[in-house]
């Protein structure tokens, strides 16, 4: 009987863990790691202790939350009940550690494992290759005493990474199985670089593609600045009755402000439509910044207030819109309507409303702008605001106080800047600040000056009627 009452106790024990684990992975699973944290504690609150079916799932909550003091407690608990050497808690400590940027903790802990299945070996091969460290992963790689398909993914991955091509294509050719994630990885090797004939290549022999095989290779094209293939493909895809994603439609909209194409934009935003992708906020912000780079304001903000739901990126894609067209009071007013909504700005917002004011010639709020970006919103000016704020004073003839912002910034200006400054000097003819900022380009140049800066220099003084030196400046080209 006695037997018996121990064995009833034991069931319900090992029935109520069980519980306890589905609740906590249900949690991680929908996206609430700190749910899960709490439901574990109160787990041990009322008397139960984690297995190794638990401590994977709370490491990867700890993993979610970028958490590593969880993350340390979790693996102290789990020494500490003798779960730590088995190898799916092995597993799951390597890749927490592994999200954490902690190679040498994961390093650790692989060692310390007496048993490793292929799976810590990959874990371990995937934190080597997650912080760029390929000379390692391929070290551990050689060392393995089995490959499996994920192993040699996770190595033209990492190579894929770092742009070694040629060493991405070695582990491809030596795998006995691929899958489309081999052949994907193996062609983003290629587009890493920019060598979008091989990666076409691939892409044209592979037996089966996903959406994730055409997003690589439309990005690959935004990025090597092929924007007619890039629409190409889509056309390619669409052609054989494949159906895109929220990514692909971003890409495609993306090329088609590149190409100022607003037509073919256009059939894009229907097309997003159709198929249920124009509610994504990716797409919408896509959406305005291609209409806005298309020439068509009306329609990015049409765009932008249909849209329900308006994150930071919605509202600077807007801004900047605003901006290339030279509204600045209304990009100002979407300003004040985005702090209103509790969306903080960034510094692309400060980007986009100085633009504003400079091509508004709205001096005053420019310069209020810069001002509290730091004091009132924590955001300290970037060479992109001072480039943004010389040129709103040059714009307007202030070029004197521009000079001075230059001097006082915090680094060394960049070319844009002096050149837009010297730029407003030809223009407003100012050539006692003008031959300032030829001082200041020669001396932080070390007289290394191009050509063009030599050009600059000539036109300034033929703007002023000084013939004599523009002549000198011309021969010295």
Partial sequence: MALFHGSFLLSRVDSGLQRW????????????????????????????HADNFTFPVLLKAASNLSSCCIGFTLHGQAVKTGFCGHCFVGAALLDMYSGFGAIDHATKVFEELAVRDVVVW????????????????????????????????????????????????????????????????????????GDM??????????PEKNIVTWNTMISGCLHAQLYAEAVDLFEEMKAGN????HLTV??????????????????MHLYAQDHGLASSLHVATSLIDMYAKCGSIEKALLVFYKSPMKDVYCWNAVISGLALHSHGYASLKLLDEMRESGVRPDEITFIGVLTACSHGSLVKEGCWLFNCMEKEFGIPPKMEHYGCMVDLLG???????????????????????????????VIHQDLETGEKVINLITTSKAHHVSDGELMMFANLYASCGRWKEANMETQDE
């Avoid at 202030?398 to 006082?408: S, Y």
């Fill in 242 to 245: 494949r159906e895109a994603d």
């Fill in 250 to 267: 971003t890409l495609v909209l993306s090329a088609c402000a590149h190409l100022g194409w607003l037509g073919k934009g256009t059939e």
């Fill in 197 to 206: 004939c091989d990666a076409r290549n691939l892409f044209d022999v592979m």
């Fill in 21 to 48: 684990n589905r609740v906590i992975k249900r949690r991680v699973n929908e996206g609430n790691p700190e749910q899960a944290i709490l439901a574990y504690v109160e787990m041990l609150r009322v008397g139960f």
């Fill in 122 to 193: 990959n874990s371990m091969l995937a934190a080597y290759a997650s912080c760029g460290q390929m000379d390692n992963a391929m070290k551990l790689f050689a060392k393995m005493p089995q490959h499996d398909i994920v192993s040699f993914n996770i190595m033209i991955s990492g190579y894929a990474k770092i742009g070694r091509k040629k060493s991405a294509r070695s582990i491809f050719d030596r795998a006995h199985a691929k899958d489309v994630v081999s052949w994907n990885s193996m062609i983003l090797a290629y587009t890493n670089v």
């Fill in 395 to 425: 714009r307007a003839g202030f070029l004197n106080p521009a000079f001075h912002l230059v001097k006082a910034m915090p680094f060394e200006p960049g070319e844009s800047i002096l050149g837009a400054l010297l730029s407003a000097c």
